[in-house]
């Protein structure tokens, strides 16, 4: 394989830890008073219903933050958990929790030694403030913001992939999509792209049913991004 | 006035240093063959010429590429100067120098130290992928990359001044413009952008024609960007 240029990184699940930051934050600001509420299943919920709200978005028109998108399937999922009691406010405030994801360990050193011999950027669902808020708590050493919201319509939308390969002047061929989710690499696969797949098995925390099988079709399966780093020679 | 969440900086001459970056590059490439032609000259011309084209652009429909307008505009300027003898394959070399330029001493201490109180990215009317190469050459520490080529027009136009509002998620009064080129500043201000003007006497070289002088509608006057990080208090 010819070394890409460019590598682009999903945010949501593959750079960050939704999971468990959701969590805590649920546990944090629900302070014991909902002893029976399984947060790791309502963040599950949580996640699918957002999935669920953006496969059900118009395909093009005015652009709907994802963090309203969190917000509004947010009530609903407390519902279906039996979490009541629990504010507008606070309910509000659980949804910031999704502006403040913490990084899986390896995403800041590997970025930093992928950076070293690639432009490294990220090609997010999330809002471009959203991705913005989230790299600089994380530390995060971007060389570029690429996100859904440029491209008005959502991943795995084609113009999404290649507004950001317009947008680094480079041909498809020349850039990796890197993601822990197979829909999103795939599609950028279509397009001409190269793939890495990094598992992610912490993703729904601990026993939740996530994806973790390598597969012949990416160019490459990784551990983490400190191992995708390793296998890109950095 | 109330401290702004984010800065917007225009990168060609606020904060890298294009005169002395494509002087360099020229000599470098004519290799003593033209002694008598002024490259200050040059690039001053080349510059006013860049600006004339960007003025004449299309106001809205398929992006122009920087790039190109530099390259498109040279010949003319070589003429004017009486710079002959550059191969095309020698003006193309001198054209990916606009993809260098290097940054002012002040530039990645200065926003490293505005990193750690406010969002910091670019506004540049260069194309995305050229503001990538520079910034990653010169190690400029940005949160995010906003250029031109997002909205489709060029700065002044409101519409990339709007754009990098909506995607910082901000209104505008939470944004500062800083910039040495009063026209971009003032642009921003009309839409209610908080603006700082750097001064940078050496933008067109030793003894160019260039407006330095403060003014009391800027909300910060700064004679670098170290300068602009202490008035803010970083």
Same mark, same amino acid.
């Given at each position: %394989?010819?070394? *890409?240029? &460019?590598?682009?990184?999903?945010?949501?699940?593959?750079?960050?830890?939704?999971?468990?930051?959701? !969590?805590?934050?649920?546990?944090?600001?629900?302070?014991?008073?909902? *002893?029976?509420?399984?947060?790791?299943?309502?963040?599950?919920?949580?996640?699918?219903?957002? $999935?669920?709200?953006?496969?059900?978005?118009?395909?093009?028109? &005015?652009?709907?933050?994802?963090?309203?998108?969190?917000?509004?399937?947010?009530?609903?999922?407390?519902?279906? !958990?039996?979490?009541?009691?629990?504010?507008?406010?606070?309910?509000?405030?659980?949804?910031?929790?999704?502006?403040?994801?913490?990084?899986?360990?390896?995403?800041?050193?590997?970025?930093?030694?992928?950076?070293?011999? /690639?432009?490294?950027?990220?090609?997010?669902?999330?809002?471009?403030?959203?991705?913005?808020?989230?790299?600089?708590? &994380?530390?995060?050493?971007?060389?570029?913001? /690429?996100?859904?919201? %440029?491209?008005?319509?959502?991943?795995?939308?084609?113009?999404?992939?290649? %507004?950001?390969?317009?947008?680094?002047?480079?041909?498809?061929?020349?850039?990796? %999509?890197?993601?822990?989710?197979?829909?999103?690499?795939?599609?950028?696969?279509?397009?001409? $792209?190269?793939?890495? /797949?990094?598992?992610?098995?912490?993703? /729904?925390?601990?026993?939740?049913?996530?994806?973790?099988?390598?597969?012949?079709? $990416?160019?490459?399966?990784? &551990?983490?991004? !400190?191992?995708?780093?390793?296998?890109?020679? !950095?």
């Amino acid at each position: %394989m010819a070394k *890409p240029k &460019a590598l682009l990184f999903d945010v949501q699940g593959t750079t960050t830890d939704f999971h468990s930051t959701v !969590c805590e934050e649920a546990a944090r600001l629900s302070a014991g008073r909902h *002893p029976d509420v399984d947060w790791s299943d309502v963040v599950t919920r949580w996640r699918a219903s957002y $999935f669920t709200a953006l496969d059900n978005a118009p395909s093009k028109g &005015a652009w709907v933050s994802v963090s309203s998108v969190y917000r509004r399937v947010l009530d609903a999922v407390l519902d279906e !958990c039996a979490a009541t009691g629990i504010s507008a406010a606070e309910r509000d405030e659980l949804t910031l929790a999704w502006q403040r994801l913490k990084p899986w360990p390896d995403t800041a050193p590997g970025l930093t030694r992928l950076k070293t011999a /690639f432009t490294v950027a990220t090609l997010s669902n999330a809002d471009v403030s959203t991705v913005i808020n989230i790299s600089k708590r &994380a530390q995060l050493p971007w060389d570029a913001i /690429f996100a859904a919201e %440029m491209a008005g319509v959502f991943k795995p939308d084609p113009a999404v992939y290649r %507004m950001a390969a317009t947008y680094l002047g480079l041909q498809p061929a020349e850039i990796m %999509m890197v993601a822990s989710h197979k829909y999103d690499i795939r599609a950028a696969a279509r397009l001409g $792209f190269r793939t890495a /797949f990094i598992a992610r098995p912490l993703e /729904f925390g601990v026993g939740g049913a996530v994806d973790v099988a390598y597969e012949d079709d $990416f160019d490459v399966n990784a &551990a983490d991004i !400190c191992d995708l780093a390793a296998q890109l020679g !950095c």
